[in-house]
């Protein structure tokens, strides 16, 4: 069993790595799943669980049901098991059940506490820390949301064995982004040690460094951005599919590379670096391919994003453990760059 304490200004919060503890709440509680995951785990988990009453509730599986009618159907199910401000949510499921109830437990009666449970590999390493809570609508992914920090998250890699090649690979994406843009031993280690084989060390390390961060910057004005790497594109990457398609770590994945292709061209990555990111990538099945539906639509997208002030914001790698935002890219060299993907 592994401990962390994240500590930011709004607080603290614990991440608890290892076999799932009983966990006791002295409070009324909603444990809200997706119907996959709840029809694989609610049950177990239940076992786990004791408080003063528990409810539960069952959304939609996947990004394309990350909206606001399944937010209305979690807030429902909080007055129906009459929640108070003292009560609080479980997610029990990946991230798109992590941001919505998160989300739901940050606008309901202004704001009550949630716990995760990440069932995925993604929301293991990256989505059931660090706050980030919110749905995607028309204009695009996660425009919608808050910033609500969990009360605590329970990581037990046991999910994981139901979970398919595909999903975590997914989830891989997310954790070979933070060494590629923060921490050039975590991509040193990840060449020397398969993730498979070293589960929990890998989830931990990358856990790590996601506290790292958001410790030091929780409302992403800085050091934040470096998760958004491969990001922007990713986003039109997965509204381009009606978010239905591709799962968000595989459109991250490919976001990556079209990121690196960028850098690469701006003269911000030097071509041994950017070989070596690439062979990472690769050596983790991420090099997918991907072909641009509509450059002109796809760039609208990232003309959207939450991250931009003028222009569209890249996030860029600059070398192993290091990058730099660029807002001045123009958009000439970057559809010649996406022309790769056309
Ligand atoms: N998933 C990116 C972040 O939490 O900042």
């Known amino acids: 069993m592994m401990c962390l304490e994240i500590t930011t200004r709004q607080g603290s919060y614990f991440v608890h790595l290892g076999d799932l503890p009983q966990i006791t709440l002295d409070c009324r509680v909603l444990v809200v799943s997706d119907t996959q995951v709840g029809q694989l785990y609610l049950n177990s988990f239940l076992d786990h669980l004791e408080a003063t009453h528990i409810s539960t509730h069952l959304v939609p599986v996947g990004e394309a049901f990350k909206n606001w009618e399944s937010v209305e159907s979690i807030l429902e199910a909080g007055f129906r098991a009459r929640l108070g401000r003292q009560d609080c949510m479980i997610a029990l499921g990946g991230g798109v059940v992590s941001d919505m109830v998160g989300f739901a437990s940050a606008i309901y009666k202004r704001g009550i506490d949630f716990y995760n449970v990440p069932t995925t590999?993604?929301?293991?390493v990256d989505a059931s820390v660090g706050g980030k809570t919110g749905i995607n609508n028309a204009h695009g992914k996660n425009l919608i949301g808050a910033f609500h920090a969990p009360k605590g998250v329970y990581i037990d890699p046991v999910f994981l064995?139901?979970?398919?090649?595909?999903a975590f690979k997914a989830g891989v994406a997310e954790m070979i982004k933070k060494a590629i843009c923060l921490d050039a031993s975590?991509?040193?280690?990840?060449?020397?040690?398969?993730?498979?084989?070293h589960l929990l060390e890998a989830i931990f390390k990358s856990?790590?460094?996601?506290?790292?961060v958001v410790e030091a910057d929780e409302h992403e004005k800085g050091l934040r951005m470096g998760l958004n790497y491969g990001h922007t594109f990713a986003h039109a990457i997965e509204k381009e599919g009606d978010y239905s398609q591709l799962l968000h770590g595989e459109a991250v994945?490919?976001?990556?590379?079209?990121?690196?292709?960028?850098?690469?061209?701006?003269?911000?990555?030097?071509?041994?670096?950017?070989?070596?990111?690439?062979t990472l990538l690769r050596a983790?099945?991420?090099?997918?391919?991907y072909k641009i539906k509509n450059m002109d639509m796809f760039y609208a997208t990232m003309q959207q994003d939450k991250k931009n002030s003028a222009g569209v914001r890249f996030i860029l790698p600059t070398g192993i453990g290091s990058f730099e935002m660029v807002d001045d890219v123009p958009k000439n060299v970057?559809?010649?760059v996406l022309r790769i993907w056309a």
């Open 253 to 278: 994945g490919i976001g990556m590379r079209m990121a690196n292709a960028l850098a690469l061209e701006l003269g911000l990555l030097d071509p041994t670096a950017h070989t070596r990111v690439e």
């Open 334 to 336: 970057v559809y010649e």
């Open 161 to 166: 064995k139901s979970l398919e090649a595909r």
């Open 121 to 124: 590999l993604l929301a293991q």
């Open 207 to 212: 856990v790590q460094i996601k506290a790292r």
């Open 284 to 289: 983790y099945g991420l090099d997918l391919s």
């Open 186 to 197: 975590y991509f040193e280690w990840l060449h020397t040690h398969p993730i498979k084989t």
